[in-house]
């Protein structure tokens, strides 16, 4: 056992432009060392309740079912996907990037057959393209698409898409972890079954949680299981009791309460802001960092580009380790570095919630003036 | 969507004696607020460095996989029963309580055949009764069971267990959700093979994480295996890269940051009290309450009784949610009630951490001595 004396925390302010986190204003930081209450206090309660509401309204949706999930992003994924298929269950998964490929990844491991249809990465699905994936496979019980591909920057147009899945009878789920608060995201409008999304994006909150959706739709599925929910952790016929309030207040895991305080108060920042304002703020700063990368060189890997993540390929020469170093060495900015085919060959800005200003904008392009 | 302003967060200064959360110190909800890094920075990297080795000490342990589960409790309970367990093992859990039925039905959710021995809730397991059902199912390839019951109060006696164990090819797993820093846990000597708890008990840190630790023996079994693990969020043969650093450090999933931050702290303040104090003053503590609540017309459940959970009977006439609701709102105490066939005639009285000092005994007993 070591006696070594732990040494003092202390991390750097950096400024966080990478593909998550973002940074976290003081405010919710602030919100977050609230004093912890237990999990079934009244008080706990209610903040819980408002935590639900405001996922709803962020998400644009009536969902009753709408509520964070103990666990990062992927752990929305997982719960998504481990409650609405069962084994031997088939399903279609739209694959154009990192995550696309990580829910066949889930799927498989729920005991499903999977259907992949694929582009190459940077790409978008056209509704034609899904149109024929949904006619091939037409036992597919859900379709499984990327709203925002954060290892591509990728935006995928979800208009129309609703119609095609429920007419062949399937359920429609959309990974929106870069996307909520940041793009526009119609949940119950584009008629999405169960979608799933990360604090640290553009909500700005610290990493931790995943707000989740359901719609009546998807809630008819789980009611309609033979199979138990393979993860207990993340079953939601038991978590469903704690989250609406059905059947009394249930214990079923010790719910992370201050991360609770902080979602919380991110949504309600968002909110106070207005998505439509938000989601303006994200379109314009966007334009405003592309213009000035093109002037230095780099040209935006998809054609349907994100606002909230910009992936760039580098120009000739530039040494990708080396300068991403330098930026967080030397000027305590964090960019990432691109994921998958793209490593070494492209980064990815974000510009997600907090994140997303013009000083952080002018700040990265000098310094990378500098150091180019 | 609703354009009603959220209330301010002001959540009230509870003194936390239920069976968790306990109180957390106002240090560690200051480290959880603190900057928040990315996942990938070095910094962090060296804090998670940290928080790893923290781990390690406060098991009493050299396992190099030791890590925090990005998840509460039950996420670390899952981790190790996914990931030691295939479809079709055979496995054997001890049942005295609501946590050893949890790990029956995680095994059957991973498709184990359980044979499962029981004692009557508040009891605890001798050796020869454990050696009996090792004996009976020679094919099991895990043995579980609780070390801190915490729906009982149950302490369990774990010395002599391994070898009874491994002499069978068995792998021990433990629970010690209410034990980690609270109770005398040598997980080498005492030869467990994976073990979880969680941070919001003897630790004092927020709900939201899992320290886990596996030995050498568990990670042989793991790199065994003919299937994937069947949660991709919980599979540790990708966690590993990144918590132990072996083949870089590969993005899976966003770390949650500030829970590290917060579980970092509470981990250096347990060390820097020592681990032999710290057991010291839950016991010293355990006893001043015990005298009090006996003098009150508390009995005591289990004759093993814990000291970080103390579960009473409830006196004769005692209005049980009547008196732990003024609690609550008169005097700002949180205890627990009962659990499964404790419920409405027992309460769980917690000494976690911060919360087992002699002010917050008195405190408690004397407004009990008000209200009752």
Known sequence: MSNRPTSPLN??????????PSTVPARILRA??????????PQFIEYMDDTCQLIRDAYQTKNLLSFP??????????????????????????????????MKDNLQRCGATVHAIEVPWGETFSNEAIAEAVEKHPNAKMLGIVHAETSTGAHQDLSGLAEIVHDAGMLLAVDAVTSLGGHE??????GIDAIYSGTQKCLSCPPGLSPVSFS???????DQRKTKVQSWYLDVS????????????AYHHTAPINMIYALRESLAIVMEEGLENRIARHREMHLLLREGLEDLGFTYIPKQSLCTLNCVALPDGVD???????????????????LGVFAGKAWRIGLMGHSATKRNINTLLAALSDVM
């Open 69 to 102: 999930v103990s666990g990062t992003g992927m752990a929305g994924m997982e719960t998504i996907i481990a409650n609405l298929i069962e084994p031997a269950d088939e399903a279609i998964v739209c694959i154009n990037g990192v995550f696309g490929g990580r």
């Open 32 to 41: 977050l060392a609230a004093p912890t209450l237990g999990h079934l206090d």
């Open 238 to 249: 038991m978590l469903k009791n704690y989250y609406t309030g059905s059947g009394g207040r």
């Open 320 to 338: 990708d380790a080396g300068i991403r170093g330098r930026l967080l060495s030397e000027y305590d900015i964090e960019i990432g570095g691109g």
């Open 11 to 20: 991390p750097r302010e950096r400024i966080l432009m990478g593909p998550g």
């Open 216 to 222: 009546d739709r998807a809630l008819e599925r789980m």
């Open 185 to 190: 995201l119609k949940v119950d409008e584009w």
